[in-house]
């Protein structure tokens, strides 16, 4: 995997078997439900590499988590920082932080949008945006993990149904077409995406693009997606893989009007990450 700058740790311990889909993408089986790529970007941006990483997890043999810095300490820390001591096999940014302030201890570190991980309220304000991230179900019938448009389906009954939400910008409307408007703002970005089989995927394009390019060119990608979800920008933007066969960590950088250059390689401390671990056995 070639990582260059974008990674923070890379290295081989193990080489993966590769498998590739029917769109040319070669497909690095890290274990059983696990798989990671890195693929050039349909359309070359003016900065990078113009490659966008890839992280695929069957749902139904991971178990999804979201670590929050109000509910562990109240300190931001570096993905792998948050990932490493739980055994976290890939991580990524869990949305946009510095929302809801209500609480003092909580200045700086609550998702934008309404965010509950259990019993544990990051911010209990609802926004006007309609994409939410569900998972650990109150009930085996319902899905492992759903990325929700609340334009076509019962928000408030998902909110009832799974133990863990996070509400976020969508990428996509319900009918799969590009919701973001045209715009000449660019940044690096990682963003999560669910397909018609139910597969989750982690994505980080270090490169810098707007954010309509960038979904147009996700779905000539993975032309099967179903749902999208914004998560981060710029510098902050992360993605984290540990397994027995790959180990790193990638990071953004560029920003319209606040890092215009691809210059940053640091990994940035993050409130909030969402990660799988392996189930117990």
């Known amino acids: 995997m070639n ?16 498998e590739t889909s029917s769109t040319g993408i070669s497909w690095q089986q890290a274990e059983d439900g696990l798989a990671f790529a ?9 900065i990078g590499n113009s490659r966008i990483n890839l992280i695929r997890i069957d749902p ?7 670590l929050c810095a109000t509910e562990n300490g109240f300190q931001k820390k570096k993905i792998q920082e948050w990932c490493e001591p739980r055994n976290i096999l890939a991580a990524v940014n869990a949305g ?5 302030n209500a609480i003092e201890s909580h200045q700086g570190l609550t998702n934008t949008g309404y965010t509950r991980n259990y019993k544990h309220l990051n911010n209990p304000a609802l926004n006007s945006d309609k994409a939410c991230i ?4 109150k009930d085996s019938s319902m899905p492992a993990f759903q990325i929700a448009d609340r334009s076509c389906q019962n928000f408030q009954a998902l909110m009832n149904s799974y133990n863990t939400v ?8 319900c ?12 940044w690096s970005m990682c963003v999560m995406l669910t397909d018609r089989k139910g597969l989750v995927y982690f994505a980080h394009c270090r490169s810098p693009y707007t954010v309509n390019s ?16 914004y998560l981060e920008g710029g510098p902050e933007s992360s993605l984290y893989l540990n397994t027995a066969s790959q180990k790193w960590g990638l990071m953004g950088s560029y920003e319209t009007g606040f890092w215009e250059d691809d210059s940053n390689q640091d990994l940035w401390p993050l409130a909030n990450v969402v990660g799988i671990v392996r189930p117990t056995r």
Do not use: T
């Open 3 to 18: 990582s260059l700058i974008l990674s923070f740790i890379a290295f081989w311990l193990g080489r993966a078997q590769p």
């Open 38 to 46: 890195e693929v050039a970007m349909p359309l070359k941006s003016s």
């Open 60 to 66: 139904e043999k991971f178990i999804f988590r979201l």
């Open 96 to 100: 946009m932080f510095h929302g809801y």
């Open 134 to 137: 569900c998972f650990n179900p």
């Open 166 to 173: 996070i509400q976020g910008i969508r990428l996509f409307d």
């Open 175 to 186: 009918n799969q077409n590009v919701v973001w408007q045209k715009d000449k703002k660019k």
């Open 214 to 229: 960038f979904c147009n060119q996700l779905k000539m990608l993975l032309p099967e997606l179903k749902r999208g979800i």
